[in-house]
């Protein structure tokens, strides 16, 4: 049984095809990488599973559920994007604590906590994003997007701004966070090495449709 | 399916409001039905041409002297460093809080024959007298107060033009003077034109000056149609015409505009040369001259009146009149930017080709100058109130006219013309933020009010400031919509001083007009001031 399931999609921008009759599938728990060079459509897929790009034709459905029409912010499914997109006006806190607000205070915080540890913020919690390295940063939009327990997590080149060094520490950190939630993560890059060292499985896009790398991490 | 992922609140009320627009517009197709006047004929034959012509060269005079000030003043404190340039960067804004109304009272009067230049002039032998109360003079009057609006733009085009390219220019010796007409003035020919298009939009949307100088342009006939004529026909049809002519004037600008490109500043900070001693000279008349001219005599005059003349204004009048001019200017201001602010978020990030002809449309306000827009907003009302009689008679009112020549009214016409300058300035902003903070938190669960609410108005704080202040120093000057469409007895600052200037109480004008003037300067005050200490941390 399949935990996402991407049934046939067509998706063009401004008459540009990018997507045609494309379909792709994950298990839960698993995480996987979508490799390609920069304008291939990789975050355009992300785009798409999000809502936040509409496609013409074909189906979603996360555990067996459609949400092809559900509009973002009823879809469950979080984004890291590449920039991070930290909200500049709110501290560390306040930026977890975004997605959660509909809980109730004690779980609210409760949940804060927790995120604050997994991603080892804690120290952070009041700094404001401007005051953040670039793997701080990081870790805080992690933690905002998995406070909200989101069915499916979205990466968007997650290490494209974090310098080679840094890189390798993150990797490491990323995978056990998305292991320890059991986190179905689906992780854009352009770098074999960020999928080799993450991911369960790595696909590309080709001819306008989602193919997967067979032994990608050989 | 597809249509509710298109309904939201953004696309709802953008709708109204294109609804509401489209209504308004479709009164000047209603108008040209009926059969043409005496009235109409009449001006057709023999007044028609004159009104163009009159027009043209107001337009065309204003744009060129408007250039000039505005492009000269904001390349010297761009690229130039001198004593006095960051008091210039933003004194040269102020001439904005002076309406070209006021401004052609004072030199009208100042160049009269008992005017104080008059006076000066026969003492030193010089009996012949300057008109500035001409077709000339009103251009000069329009360019000295409006340049502002091409040194703001200008100057904001040049910041962003990399330095690297100036630097490579002079590195393979090319002349100064090559190096303005191949590079910087191509270059900032988007921005140029952008800004002469304001300057004559506003030029054509006045009523004081060209009244006062008699200078007889398209807003000059319409209210003379409607008013002295009494022909609303001749008055719709003369909309018309007028409209052509903006819309040419729009196309010329679209196409001066056309591969438009933006080069944005990297590297390494704006190294300001230091001018020559003959060049400072040259750099002060530069930036002195529209600065004099166009704020400091207005002001100096303004301010010498009011202290002669404030026993006989000062008074519950002049309070009441202020009151009503703040208060109407902040509730239409506030309307005005949320509603642009919803019609910029529809058009951030629909897909449809519909909506965005449908904002194209809706945010066509300012290009309709006052004369205009009061007509047609007044035919809506009155064909409104016609329809609502029943209504009217339901709850016991006895009048037909409730709507017309109300608030409402007035406010609603504020929101038509001013609606342009809000989404321009919000979607500017938005443009700089990008759009991953608002997907983000759509991403995170959040609806598009909590969103906008939560994200993008205190990201937006800044764009949201500036548009107030531009949107409620133009409602605050306001003069044709007013004059027209506010109800009896309801006086602003702008109708006021327009008032005693059509009783020749020239002098007692001056209090009311200095209130409207120190307005204007503390909004700009308060936005040049704001971005200073922002760039300073």
Redesign the interface.
């Known amino acids: 049984m399949m935990y996402l399931e991407v049934k046939d999609i067509d998706f063009s921008f401004k008459d540009e095809t990018i997507l045609k009759e494309a379909s792709f599938s994950m298990k839960k728990g698993e995480i996987v990488a979508l490799l390609g060079p920069s304008g291939s459509g990789k975050s355009t897929f992300l785009r798409v599973l999000t809502g936040l790009a509409h496609i013409s034709r074909g189906q979603l459905f996360i555990h067996d559920e459609e949400i092809t029409k559900l509009p973002p912010e009823k879809r469950h499914i979080g984004m890291v994007f590449q920039d991070y997109a930290l909200f500049p006006h709110m501290s560390v806190k306040q930026n977890i604590m975004f997605g959660i607000e509909h809980l109730k205070k004690d779980d609210r915080y409760l949940q804060l906590h927790k995120m604050l540890k997994l991603t080892n913020l804690t120290d952070k919690c009041h700094k404001y994003p401007h005051q953040l390295s670039g793997g701080e940063a990081q870790r805080v939009a992690l933690a905002r997007s998995l406070a909200a327990s989101p069915d499916l997590l979205l990466l968007d080149e997650p290490f494209s701004n974090l310098d080679t060094e840094l890189k390798a520490g993150i990797r490491l950190e990323l995978k056990e966070i998305l292991s320890s939630l059991d986190t179905t993560c689906l992780f854009v890059t352009h770098d074999i090495e960020d999928a080799r060292a993450i991911a369960d499985s790595v696909y590309t896009i080709e001819n306008y449709k989602i193919k997967k790398i067979e032994n990608a991490n050989m | ?1 597809r249509l ?2 298109h309904l939201h609140s953004f696309s709802i009320v953008s709708i109204i409001v294109f609804v509401l627009v489209l209504v308004v517009f479709l009164q000047l197709f209603a108008g040209f039905t009926g059969e043409a006047s005496d009235a109409w004929i009449h001006i057709k034959e023999y007044l028609l041409f004159d009104y163009i012509k009159n027009s043209f060269f107001l337009v065309l005079f204003t744009a060129l002297f408007s250039a000039v000030f505005g492009f000269v003043g904001a390349y010297l404190v761009t690229f130039y460093e001198f004593p006095f340039r960051k008091f210039f960067g933003w004194a040269m804004i102020l001439p904005l809080a002076v309406p070209s109304y006021i401004a052609a009272y004072i030199y009208g009067d100042m160049f009269s024959y008992t005017g104080i230049v008059s006076r000066l002039l026969r003492g030193i032998g010089i009996v012949s007298q300057i008109d500035v109360m001409s077709l000339f003079g009103a251009s000069m009057i329009f360019a000295l107060t409006l340049y502002p609006y091409v040194f703001m733009t200008v100057r904001s085009s040049l910041n962003k033009q990399s330095n690297e390219i100036y630097e490579s220019a002079r590195l393979l010796k090319v002349s100064k003077s090559k190096i303005w007409r191949k590079i910087l003035l191509p270059l900032s020919r988007p921005a140029l034109v952008a800004g002469v298009l304001l300057v004559v939009l506003e030029t054509l949307n006045d009523y004081g000056v060209v009244k006062y100088f008699n200078v007889r342009v398209f807003s000059f006939a319409i209210f003379d149609a409607w008013f002295r004529l009494g022909d609303v026909g001749a008055a719709i049809r003369l909309s018309g015409v007028m409209l052509i002519f903006v819309f040419v004037i729009v196309v010329i600008e679209r196409v001066l505009r056309r591969n438009k490109v933006y080069y944005t500043l990297q590297g390494r900070k704006r190294l300001r040369k230091a001018l020559s001693t003959k060049a400072k000279v040259f750099g002060y008349m530069a930036l002195g001259f529209p600065l004099m001219f166009g704020f400091i005599i207005p002001v100096i005059y303004l301010s010498y009146y009011s202290l002669l003349t404030y026993s006989k204004t000062l008074d519950m009048e002049l309070l009441y009149v202020t009151v009503n001019t703040l208060s109407i200017s902040v509730v239409a201001t506030l309307i005005t930017l949320f509603i642009a602010l919803f019609v910029a978020n529809l058009d951030r990030f629909t ?1 449809s080709k519909f909506f965005k002809r449908m904002i194209n449309f809706i945010t066509l306000g300012y290009a309709i100058p006052g004369a205009v827009l009061a007509v047609l907003v007044s035919l809506f009302f009155i064909g409104m109130d016609r329809d609502l009689v029943p209504l009217y008679q339901l709850f016991g009112v006895d009048k037909t006219l409730v709507l017309t020549r109300s608030l409402a009214m007035l406010s609603f016409a504020y929101i038509l013309r001013f609606l342009t300058l809000a989404f321009n300035n919000i979607e500017s902003t938005y443009q700089k933020i ?1 759009p ?2 608002t ?9 598009k009010l909590k969103t906008l609410w ?2 993008d108005v ?2 937006l704080k800044d764009g949201l400031i500036f548009a107030f202040v531009i949107v409620f120093i133009d409602v605050v000057k306001e003069l044709p919509l007013t004059l027209i469409l506010r109800p009896t007895n309801y006086d602003t600052m702008a109708t006021k001083v327009y008032q005693y200037a059509s009783d020749e109480m020239i002098h007692e004008a001056s209090l009311p007009s200095l209130l409207l003037v120190s307005v204007g300067v503390i909004m700009i005050y308060l936005i040049t001031h704001r971005k200073l200490k922002k760039r300073v941390k």
């Open positions: 399916m509710r992922q897909t990008g991953s903070y997907e983000a938190s759509y991403t995170l669960g959040q609806g939560s994200v205190p990201m």
